[in-house]
């Protein structure tokens, strides 16, 4: 049972336009939403995050919003660089009481191409 | 701040053959540590998560093992690999304080 879906394997824009990658979750219980981005060979490095509470979380060209009721979230990519070029990863948990997270689930990832 | 250090980066073995990945984390105490494998075409699998020395919780049955000698130390085994053990493996730590982990640089097995 897979519980944090990323249904596009891949998505491709162009340079300066807009990159938006999704990610569903069936489990309730998550309070605590992140994106990964990862290059060939390399580990997976935290992007971005939000907790249940919030709707939108914005860090400079990265945006995640985060629908409760529809169980579902997306990052937004504005403008797109080509050095964005990567697999994301979209990763859920629940947060414990010292407000670390319990076991992330992470999705397939999706991987952005962004063509200059 | 934390820091994982995996090694080797690149490991080519036969079938049949042992394996150890080591994994060290700098700059925090007793973390949560976890492997990770990456197959190809499919995500992030939690194979084994270690919540103290000597404590470890797999996720998956598998041909793989898990130990803690040391607080800042995990340590994934095989006694014989499969080609199916193939993949890209990850240590990762639990961010203090802050969701998420961080991720060591990663160790590709290439099973042959």
């Known amino acids: 049972d897979q519980q944090v879906k990323q249904n596009s394997p891949s998505l491709s824009v162009q340079e300066g336009r807009i990159s938006i990658l999704n990610c569903d979750y069936t489990?309730?219980?998550?309070?605590?939403f992140l994106w990964y981005k990862k290059y060939p060979a390399e580990g997976p490095t935290f992007l971005i995050s939000?907790?249940?509470?919030?709707d939108k979380n914005e860090d400079g060209r990265f945006t995640v919003f985060l629908n409760k009721s529809a169980k579902h979230l997306s990052l937004h990519i504005v403008p797109s660089q080509p050095g964005d070029s990567a697999v994301y990863f979209c990763?859920?948990?629940?947060?414990?009481?010292?407000?670390?997270?319990?076991?992330?689930?992470f999705g397939k990832g999706t991987k952005l191409t962004v063509n200059p | 701040s934390q820091t994982i250090h995996q090694w080797p980066a690149t490991l080519v073995q036969p079938v049949g053959s042992p394996l150890s990945l080591e994994c060290t984390v700098e700059?925090?105490?007793?973390?949560?540590l976890y492997w990770y494998r990456q197959a190809a075409g499919r995500g992030l699998q939690l194979l084994f998560y270690s919540v103290g020395i000597g404590q470890i919780s797999s996720e998956v049955p598998q041909n793989l093992s898990a130990s803690r000698p040391q607080d800042r130390q995990f340590i994934l085994s095989s006694k014989k690999l499969l080609l199916s053990d193939s993949g890209f493996y990850l240590c990762a730590c639990q961010r203090r304080g802050r969701g998420g982990y961080t991720f060591g640089s990663g160790t590709r097995l290439t099973v042959v």
């Open positions: 939000i907790s249940s509470i919030k």
């Open positions: 489990n309730s219980m998550f309070d605590y």
């Open positions: 990763a859920a948990s629940t947060l414990n009481a010292q407000g670390g997270s319990e076991k992330l689930v």
């Open positions: 700059g925090t105490s007793n973390p949560n």
